[in-house]
């Protein structure tokens, strides 16, 4: 799966989700999204919502998938 497909699906699932996918070898990913969806959430609940978006195709077309998922504020203060 190209990362550019990845990033369409978790942007679908997760409304005024911003995410960017990258993959070097198109098995392997890793996801930064960011998301009002997460607003109190748990890290462990957070990556729940990013592996719905993408459904089966979790462990066939996407072997593994590293996430970084923050809120809209979690990810300016990092960006600052």
Avoid at 9 to 16: R, V
Wanted: charged residues 25%; proline residues 5%; glycine residues 4%.
């Amino acid at each position: 799966m190209k990362p550019e497909e990845i990033q369409q699906l978790i942007e679908k699932h997760l409304p005024d989700c911003t995410a960017t996918v990258a993959s070097d070898d198109q098995t392997h990913y890793e996801a930064t999204v960011v998301s009002n969806a997460f607003a109190g959430k748990r890290p462990l609940q957070r990556h729940q919502l990013v592996y719905a978006a993408l459904g089966e195709r979790m462990g066939r077309e996407i072997h593994a998938l590293s996430i970084a998922a923050f809120t809209p504020e979690e990810w300016q203060a990092r960006s600052a």
